[in-house]
């Protein structure tokens, strides 16, 4: 408006002066003129730069929209792939379940079981089902590739390997697994053996090995004895007598089942370290060669030895051998120990009498029936004959008065059979002087070869 006035105003003076005396008609003529033509000129002026922003404000939004769409569409785009690539994922995955050998219900029980848990359990309840469900799948993985470790000892699995086998178990028990015997977990084992024998037929073979044969006491005798019962093939072998290719066998617990999976437990510096699953073919096959070989070398017997009669009170052939008991300490009281000695003696008729004669070390065991000590556990001799003072000696420590009973197995030591086991009984006097015979004739319960 400015640039009007200033226009109209400049040409009303530039025509007044130009045209004196003509009146004023034409001077405000000619400025309204131009006045209005500079006003024309300077909104069109501005509504050129006006519609030129307007454009510009266009193109700037539709570049926008256009943007926020291709960025619309592109997230749309990748949901919906993202989508069926899940929906793809899940579907290959439920389809290699069914073209697997496994059974499908099992994955999607765990799945849907899983689901559930999520939405209804705890915090500490949805953690704990992560740590083992990432356990489980380890597992899964570890096995797929021939093998899984874990660490300490896990005879969960070597209860449901038992109870899955159909055909055969061959197992190696060393001294690493000796305590696992006394416990309920050895039970459980053994229920589960029972029940693959009678119900699936399943062959089982069970070989106990020990470093020497002085190691063959009476507790693993009657393990053996007890193992036997149920139906399952047992044996006893001492590594020192064994062949040199048997030493070479791994010295750790194996269970190989149906000659397809083997469970190992490997000792370390406390205990158990590691338990291992082998499923690897060569893994398998190399601990069936060990076990082969530690149960053909098991089974080759030494020449039978000749059997000690039991010690009969009465007239005794001179062909046999008699295990004396003498207890050196007259009348024993609770809680005093007492010495017991102990002999094996050969008759004059007997082999072992000839001059010549090699006399086997033996191994002779007590064990107390009764509430009692007997130290130590094992003791080690040989035959006498006359004029040999071949004896040893256990020290007996009842805890209450009364009746003892002693039971008496003597091994012989290269190749671990039993030769006799007798029992005897042990009168204990509340105090001293008050019973008499303490010793009571041996009383014979089983005879080796």
């Known amino acids: 408006m400015m640039v009007t006035l200033w226009v109209g105003t400049g040409a009303f003076l530039v025509t007044s002066h130009l045209h004196q005396g003509s009146g004023q008609a034409w001077p405000l003529a000619l400025s309204g003129f131009l006045s209005g033509g500079v006003l024309i000129l300077q909104y069109l002026v501005d509504f050129e730069r006006r519609l030129r922003a307007a454009d510009l404000l266009h193109e700037r939004r539709i570049r926008e929209v256009r943007d926020s769409l291709s960025s619309h569409r592109s997230e749309m785009r990748a949901a919906v792939d993202e989508g069926f690539a899940r929906i793809s994922d899940a579907t290959e995955l439920f389809s290699q379940v069914d073209r697997s050998v496994l059974r499908s219900d099992g994955v999607t029980r765990l799945a849907r079981t899983y689901a559930r848990v999520g939405e209804r359990g705890s915090g500490l309840v949805n953690v704990f089902a992560e740590e083992e469900l990432a356990r489980l799948a380890s597992l899964m993985e570890d096995l797929s590739h021939g093998s899984a470790d874990l ?17 055969t178990i061959h197992a190696v028990s060393t001294s690493i697994d000796r305590d696992f015997w006394l416990g309920e977990g050895a039970n459980r084992y053994l229920r589960a053996q029972k029940e693959a024998l009678e119900s699936r037929g399943v062959r089982i073979q069970h070989l106990f090995l020990v470093g020497r044969s002085d190691e063959i006491t009476d507790d693993l005798t009657r393990l053996c004895d007890d193992v036997g019962e149920l139906g399952i093939d047992v044996r ?8 040199p290719r048997a030493r070479l066998a791994p010295g750790h617990d194996f269970v190989v089942f149906d000659e397809e999976l083997c469970y190992e437990i490997h000792p370390g510096p406390s205990a158990h370290a590691r338990t291992t699953l082998r499923a690897g073919r060569e893994d398998v096959q190399a601990r069936i060669a ?8 098991a089974m080759k017997r030494r020449p039978a030895l000749p059997r000690i009669p039991p010690a009969l009170p009465g007239g005794v052939a001179s062909d046999v051998c008699r295990l004396r008991l003498t207890l050196l300490d007259e009348h024993p009281v609770p809680r005093a120990p007492a010495r017991i000695r102990l002999r094996v003696q050969a008759g004059p008729g007997h082999p072992w009498s000839a001059p010549d004669a090699h006399l086997p070390l033996l191994v002779v065991t007590a064990t107390p029936l009764s509430a009692a000590r007997i130290q130590p556990a094992a003791v080690s001799t040989r035959p006498s004959r006359a004029g040999d003072d071949n004896t040893a000696e256990f020290l007996f420590t009842p ?3 009364g009746a003892h009973r002693l039971r008496v197995t003597v091994h012989d030591q290269a190749s671990g059979t039993v030769l006799q086991q007798v029992e005897t009984t042990v009168h204990v006097a509340s105090a001293p002087g008050g019973l008499a015979p303490a010793l009571a004739p041996l009383n014979p319960r089983a005879q080796g070869d």
């Open 290 to 297: 060990s076990f082969t070989v530690l149960w053909e070398s």
């Open 151 to 167: 660490a300490g000892e896990n005879r969960e699995w070597l209860v449901s390997l038992t109870e899955c086998a159909s055909r």
């Open 236 to 243: 006893i072998a001492a590594l020192s007598e064994l062949p």
């Open 399 to 401: 805890e209450l008065a």
